[in-house]
């Protein structure tokens, strides 16, 4: 029977080709009309010893009764058709899952070809793949899929390490989440031309992917879809609207083109180390790009800094917002200057940018957010404006570089774990502004000798503020240090003078 040609190809898939930065790319062609099991015979048929099975099922659960015990040991490929059940599939996955096949000598992987079979689930013939079906089949080398199937369940082939061929009809609508997560083996998959949507992780941690085409009619890309392949460009179909996050995470992508019609895409999409510019093409609505930086369409919302871009990077003054972790990951940024109005700094906004050593903020800015520079591990200054009012939760946690900071005179509150595990840093002044100081907020500086209040009135705090109290010198007011001896917290340090 002649169909249309949807097989993945282990060899030979389409070649997604690299994307101009400013017009619409050539999209591959869909592949010419031809057998999809001929190509699937072409592609897995050759030089391979088969030890094959034929059999057919007139009733749903005998293929446990027609496999032989000497067939666990020899057979590589089982074809079947007719009906079969959950007992059948697990006989199958049973056989899948054998850590090794013998075959005149040698080790061979398996081949399942249920082209012609059909799942009955105790109740009426359906065209749904059961979930986790033939999940962790270790020695599963290729599989034709029934026909008539419209769905995959979830995981239905999670972890098949060896998995490289799956040969799928355009009858497919529909892949649960996690369809092939953990297939290692897999370089090239062909999308169903039906498919609406591609699920959460559905590719997730197949290492070797490097070629994905998708149809026409892709309308979402869900989180993590992509994550974790070898994937070094993508070709998105013009229906393409939304990606989601971490979709093509941890890839070689290095340029992320945003087509004119996507227009719900998660700002983390892209993220990997290798990611080292956006374009956007001109006509999106949602979205523009700037220095090859992610902004809104107006250009007043920076959205994104790519995680390979280097050096330093001064925000524009027309920019009116930054989204929380903009910068979050980068390994190479090194300094950030803004010149832009911000009345506080985003969550996570330089979470672990590993390289950044200098930050200046804006004058106006109020509050620095929660986790905002927690890993910069080479973080080394930060000029804080003088209109700053509030350090957030671990805003500086982890900041292992930093030696010392100046606190601006009319900070209020320094919260909870703030300056936890900065290592380096041997002093601080507290302004008499503060009027609290969270738990924890000093824990684990191993290098503190010293922190100095200068407000003669003791701050707000828990019983937790340091854990070197022996150490580290209390300095206070004159007149104030039996305030601070007998508030909660402070009354702890061993030296206060």
Same mark, same amino acid.
């Given at each position: 029977?002649?169909?249309?040609?949807?097989?993945?190809?282990? %060899?030979?898939?389409?070649?997604?080709?690299?994307?101009?930065?400013?017009?619409?790319?050539?999209?591959?062609?869909?592949?010419?009309?031809?057998?999809? /099991?001929?190509?699937?015979? +072409?592609?897995?048929?050759?030089? *391979? @010893?088969?030890?094959?099975?034929? !059999?057919?099922?007139? =009733?749903?659960?005998?293929?446990?009764?027609?496999?032989?015990?000497?067939? =666990?040991?020899?057979?590589?490929?089982?074809?079947?058709?007719?009906?079969?059940?959950?007992?059948?599939?697990? *006989?199958?996955? #049973?056989?899948?899952?054998?850590?090794?096949?013998?075959?005149?000598? &040698?080790?061979?992987?398996?081949?399942?070809?249920?082209?012609?079979?059909?799942?009955?689930?105790?109740?009426?013939?359906?065209? +749904?793949?059961?979930?986790?079906?033939?999940?962790?089949?270790?020695?599963?080398?290729?599989?034709?899929?029934?026909?008539?199937? +419209?769905?995959?369940?979830?995981?239905?082939?999670? #972890?098949?390490?060896?998995?490289?061929?799956?040969?799928?009809?355009?009858?497919?609508?529909?892949?649960?989440?996690?369809?092939?997560?953990?297939?290692?083996?897999?370089?090239?998959?062909?999308?169903?031309?039906?498919?609406?949507?591609?699920?959460?992780?559905?590719?997730?941690?197949?290492?070797?992917?490097?070629?994905?085409?998708?149809?026409?009619?892709?309308?979402?890309?869900?989180?993590?879809?992509?994550?974790?392949?070898?994937?070094?460009?993508?070709?998105?179909?013009?229906?393409?609207? $939304?990606?989601?996050?971490?979709?093509?995470?941890? $890839?070689?992508?290095?340029?992320?083109?945003?087509?004119?019609?996507? $227009?719900?895409?998660?700002?983390?999409?892209?993220?990997?180390?290798?990611?080292?510019?956006?374009?956007?093409?001109?006509?999106?609505?949602?979205?523009?790009?700037?220095?090859?930086?992610?902004?809104?369409?107006?250009?007043?919302?920076?959205?994104?800094?790519?995680?390979?871009?280097?050096? $330093?990077?001064?925000?524009?003054?027309?920019?009116?917002?930054?989204?929380? @972790?903009?910068?979050?990951?980068? %390994?190479? !940024?090194?300094?950030?200057?803004?010149?832009? =109005?911000?009345?506080?700094?985003?969550?996570?906004?330089?979470?672990?940018?590993?390289?950044?050593?200098?930050?200046?903020?804006?004058?106006?800015?109020?509050?620095?957010?929660?986790?905002?520079?927690?890993?910069? &591990?080479?973080?080394?200054?930060?000029?804080?404006?003088?209109? !700053?009012?509030?350090?957030?939760?671990?805003?500086?946690?982890?900041?292992?570089?930093?030696?010392?900071?100046?606190?601006?005179?009319?900070?209020?509150?320094?919260?909870?774990?703030?300056?936890?595990?900065?290592? &380096?840093?041997?002093?601080?002044?507290?302004?008499?502004?503060?009027?609290?100081?969270?738990?924890?907020?000093?824990?684990?500086? @191993?290098?503190?000798?010293?922190?100095?209040?200068?407000?003669? *009135?003791?701050?707000?705090?828990?019983?937790?503020?340091?854990?070197? !109290?022996?150490?580290?010198?209390?300095?206070?007011?004159?007149?104030?240090?039996?305030?601070?001896?007998?508030?909660?917290?402070?009354?702890?340090? /061993?030296?206060?003078?």
């Amino acid at each position: 029977m002649n169909l249309k040609h949807i097989a993945m190809c282990l %060899m030979a898939a389409v070649a997604l080709s690299s994307l101009p930065t400013n017009s619409m790319a050539q999209r591959p062609q869909r592949r010419a009309a031809d057998t999809w /099991r001929g190509d699937y015979h +072409r592609l897995t048929g050759r030089g *391979v @010893d088969m030890s094959v099975l034929t !059999l057919h099922l007139r =009733h749903p659960g005998e293929l446990k009764l027609q496999i032989r015990p000497e067939d =666990h040991k020899t057979v590589t490929t089982i074809v079947l058709d007719g009906a079969i059940n959950d007992a059948d599939i697990r *006989v199958l996955a #049973d056989l899948a899952k054998r850590k090794s096949i013998i075959v005149k000598g &040698k080790e061979r992987k398996a081949f399942l070809d249920l082209e012609n079979a059909r799942y009955y689930d105790g109740k009426k013939f359906s065209d +749904r793949l059961p979930s986790n079906a033939f999940r962790d089949c270790s020695s599963l080398r290729s599989i034709v899929l029934p026909f008539r199937l +419209r769905e995959l369940g979830n995981s239905a082939f999670a #972890d098949c390490k060896r998995l490289e061929v799956v040969a799928i009809s355009d009858n497919v609508e529909i892949f649960g989440k996690n369809v092939f997560e953990g297939c290692e083996s897999l370089t090239s998959f062909y999308i169903p031309d039906n498919m609406r949507s591609i699920p959460e992780q559905a590719f997730y941690r197949c290492y070797a992917l490097k070629e994905v085409s998708m149809p026409e009619g892709i309308e979402v890309i869900g989180t993590r879809a992509f994550s974790s392949t070898n994937l070094s460009v993508v070709n998105l179909p013009r229906t393409v609207h $939304t990606i989601g996050k971490q979709a093509f995470s941890n $890839t070689n992508i290095r340029q992320a083109f945003f087509p004119a019609w996507v $227009t719900n895409c998660d700002p983390h999409a892209f993220d990997n180390n290798n990611l080292y510019e956006y374009v956007v093409e001109e006509g999106n609505v949602q979205y523009s790009s700037r220095d090859g930086l992610l902004y809104s369409n107006d250009g007043h919302e920076l959205i994104a800094y790519p995680a390979h871009r280097n050096g $330093t990077y001064i925000i524009p003054a027309d920019v009116t917002k930054v989204r929380n @972790d903009a910068f979050r990951g980068n %390994m190479s !940024l090194e300094e950030v200057v803004m010149e832009c =109005h911000l009345n506080a700094l985003g969550e996570a906004m330089f979470k672990n940018c590993s390289a950044l050593r200098s930050v200046t903020l804006p004058e106006g800015m109020t509050v620095i957010g929660k986790e905002a520079f927690r890993g910069c &591990k080479a973080l080394t200054h930060v000029a804080m404006p003088a209109s !700053l009012k509030c350090i957030d939760s671990e805003a500086f946690r982890a900041c292992k570089g930093m030696t010392s900071i100046q606190l601006p005179p009319a900070l209020e509150i320094i919260n909870e774990a703030a300056f936890d595990y900065c290592t &380096k840093l041997q002093d601080i002044s507290v302004p008499a502004t503060v009027t609290m100081v969270g738990n924890k907020a000093f824990y684990n500086c @191993d290098a503190l000798v010293r922190i100095v209040m200068q407000g003669s *009135v003791p701050p707000l705090a828990t019983e937790k503020i340091n854990d070197n !109290l022996k150490k580290i010198i209390l300095v206070v007011p004159s007149g104030s240090a039996d305030a601070y001896r007998s508030a909660t917290g402070w009354k702890k340090f /061993r030296n206060i003078q």
